[in-house]
């Protein structure tokens, strides 16, 4: 969610999409998969520096990947 982007036009708010939970409350293996960091894999502790590494991780597959793979390029006409 962008803020206000005339005053702050790089300043980004992040939308709980109910997963978030405070960082003493959080259980190993509750996290997305496909986004975990390697520093979760290990079982470090949790840190706002493993958050930023899924976020990271997130960033880079949307960047990347191909979102609307034609499977039917018949119905793109």
Request: charged residues 15%.
């Amino acid at each position: 969610m962008v803020v206000n982007r005339c005053q702050q036009p790089l300043q980004v708010k992040l939308i709980d999409f109910g997963l978030a939970r405070h960082v003493s409350e959080a259980v190993p293996g509750t996290a997305v998969q496909s986004l975990w960091v390697p520093e979760y894999i290990l079982g470090m502790d949790f840190s706002e520096q493993i958050d930023m590494g899924s976020l990271g991780a997130g960033l880079h597959e949307l960047l990347q990947a191909l979102l609307f793979p034609p499977q039917n390029t018949s119905m793109m006409r």
